[in-house]
């Protein structure tokens, strides 16, 4: 007789283990606002897959799909394959966020932080 311990469903850690897995592959090939995107994603599904493992099966379905978009995104090889962006998946995420009501779980995208310039009110551009 086996004896299940509490904590994830099977389901819920293949899942993860897919995120995991994707962030590692594109952490060799993204770099600066990009890689800090991928990686507020793969955190945000994860907290969805972990928060979604009782809930509904369509709730689930949802947090599937969000992870198999993420999961999925490709680089283009010639014509053959669409090119799927991580804002293109942080869009499909946000969506899942707010239809689950996790609000809290949102990627934003980051904005550089402006110039001394732009932070300057444009009246006084004109002092210097």
């Known amino acids: 007789m086996t004896v299940e311990e509490p904590g994830f469903a099977p389901a819920t850690d293949v899942l993860i283990r897919k995120v995991d897995s994707h962030l590692a592959a594109v952490r060799g090939s993204l770099r600066g606002p990009e890689l800090e995107l991928a990686e507020r994603l793969a955190r945000s599904l994860r907290e969805l897959v972990v928060s979604t493992a009782q809930a509904s099966a369509a709730d689930r379905g949802q ?4 992870v198999h978009y993420f999961v999925l995104r490709r680089e283009s090889r010639g014509n053959l394959l669409s ?8 869009r ?35 002092l210097r």
Do not use: C, F, I
């Not at 947090?63 to 969000?66: G, K, L, T, Y």
């Not at 090119?83 to 942080?90: C, E, G, I, M, P």
């Open 63 to 66: 947090v599937r799909a969000a």
């Open 83 to 90: 090119v799927r962006s991580l804002a293109a998946a942080q």
């Open 92 to 126: 499909v995420v946000n969506k899942v966020v707010v239809q689950l009501g996790r609000p809290d779980l949102l990627v934003e995208t980051r904005r550089e932080r402006p110039s001394r310039e732009a932070a300057v009110p444009a009246g006084d551009v004109a």
